[in-house]
C-alpha cells in the first residue's frame, strides 16, 4: 500500500515570505516517484516536479525548490518570497514500482496555499 | 488543442439520472485514469485503463462504469446519480513503463441535486 500525507490543510503568509510544504509518504517499494501538483482558483492541475527514489539532489526551480529525504520519507516544497499568484492547493502524490509495475498514482489531500498581498 | 480534453466541464443533473463524463487525449499514451476530488479527501481514483482491453477498478469504483472505446478516448458514467457524487473530476493520461507524471484534462465540476 502506499499513503500521502500532506499534514498542513491550509497556510498563509504574507507576500514576499518564503513557505515550505510538508510531504510525507508510505511505501514499502523500494523504487517509487514522487511528485507534485499545483491546483489554482481556476481547478486545472498542473505538473511541477518529478523525482525518483534513487535521487536524494535537491532541486531548485526559480523561486521553487524541492527537498527529497528518503531518510524521513518527505518530500518538501519551499517557495521562496512568495507571490499572490502562488496561492493555490498544492498536492503531493506518489507512484511505487511493485509487481503490477507503476500502476497509478497516489496524492495527498492537498495544502491550501494563500499568499496575501 | 488540450492535450486532454473532458467534457461537459460543469454538470448539473438530478438523482437517479445516468449521466456519462468523457474524455479523449492526443499524447498518444495507453494509460488513462479517472479521479473524483473532494475538500478534505484529495483525489481519488475511481478506474483506470492501460490500454483499451485492460480496465481496473480504483477505490472508490462503486457507483461508477467505464468504457475505454479506443486508445484516445475514455469515458465515466454513473449509471443513477446519487448526491454524494456531487464532485470536481479528472481524467488524465500518462506514458509507460515509468511515471512521468499525469497530464490532466481541465475537470468536469458535477454536482447531483
Known amino acids: 500500500a502506499q499513503k500521502v500525507t500532506q499534514a498542513q490543510t491550509e497556510i498563509s503568509v504574507v507576500e514576499k515570505e518564503d513557505v515550505t510544504l510538508d510531504c510525507v509518504y508510505e511505501?514499502?517499494?523500494?523504487?517509487?516517484?514522487l511528485f507534485w501538483y499545483k491546483q489554482p482558483p481556476s481547478g486545472e492541475l498542473v505538473f511541477l516536479i518529478r523525482?525518483?527514489?534513487?535521487?536524494?539532489q535537491n532541486e531548485i526551480s526559480g523561486r521553487y525548490s524541492w527537498n527529497f529525504q528518503k531518510s524521513t520519507s518527505s518530500f518538501n516544497f519551499t517557495i521562496t518570497a512568495s507571490q499572490v499568484v502562488d496561492s493555490a492547493v498544492y498536492f503531493c502524490?506518489?507512484?511505487?514500482?511493485?509487481?503490477?509495475?507503476?500502476?497509478?498514482?497516489?496524492f495527498g489531500i492537498g495544502t491550501k496555499l494563500q499568499v496575501i498581498p | 488543442d488540450a492535450d486532454v480534453t473532458q467534457t461537459p466541464r460543469n454538470r448539473i443533473t438530478k438523482t437517479g439520472k445516468r449521466i456519462m463524463l468523457e474524455c479523449s487525449q492526443t499524447?498518444?499514451?495507453?494509460?488513462m485514469y479517472w479521479y473524483r476530488q473532494d475538500p478534505g479527501l484529495g483525489l481519488r481514483l475511481i478506474y483506470y485503463?492501460?490500454?483499451?482491453?485492460?480496465?481496473n477498478k480504483g477505490e472508490i469504483s462503486d457507483g461508477y462504469s467505464v468504457s475505454r472505446q479506443a486508445q484516445a478516448k475514455f469515458s465515466l458514467s454513473l449509471e443513477s446519480a446519487i448526491p454524494n457524487q456531487t464532485a470536481l473530476y479528472f481524467c488524465a493520461t500518462s506514458d509507460e513503463p515509468g511515471q512521468s507524471g499525469y497530464t490532466f484534462g481541465s475537470g468536469t465540476r458535477l454536482t447531483v441535486v
Open positions: 485503463s492501460f490500454d483499451v482491453k485492460d480496465i
Open positions: 511505501t514499502r517499494d523500494t523504487t517509487y516517484y
Open positions: 499524447k498518444g499514451h495507453d494509460r
Open positions: 502524490a506518489l507512484s511505487a514500482l511493485n509487481s503490477g509495475g507503476y500502476q497509478k498514482v497516489t
Open positions: 523525482r525518483n527514489s534513487f535521487d536524494e
